[in-house]
């Protein structure tokens, strides 16, 4: 996905000073060096950090995980297998939804969840 995004690391180094964790404590938290973490946070890594160690970030700094995987650049693993499941058709509802409003895209997905089964349509 090329270099971390630098909104990121902002926002980062942001929420985690003011959730008072110092650099080397949320760097053994989340299990990175603090030098990496100081990069991370500065944007200066060639890849950003997984999707697993962002969502532990996240996590640690009670925020959504997702939005902060998409800020990182990743996507969640959950969601890469889903599309590998049906490789054309999730990038083309995914397209086709792309000018919805987030209480849109809520409704649409409370409706595919009512539905029977959990792959798909009956």
Request: aromatic share 4%; glycine share 8%; hydrophobic share 35%.
């Amino acid at each position: 996905m090329g270099k971390n995004p630098p909104h990121f690391g902002i926002l980062l180094r942001k929420t985690r000073t003011e959730k008072g964790f110092s650099l080397r404590k949320f760097a053994e938290l989340v299990g990175v060096s603090p030098t990496y973490l100081s990069l991370v946070e500065k944007g200066k890594v060639e890849r950003p950090p997984t999707a697993e160690r962002v969502r532990r970030m996240a996590e640690l700094l009670d925020e959504s995980p997702d939005q902060w995987i998409a800020l990182a650049g990743r996507m969640p693993e959950d969601l890469a297998a889903i599309i590998q499941k049906q490789p054309e058709a999730m990038p083309e509802l995914l397209r086709a939804a792309q000018g919805l409003t987030a209480e849109e895209l809520r409704k649409l997905a409370d409706e595919l969840r009512k539905r029977p089964g959990k792959d798909g349509p009956p």
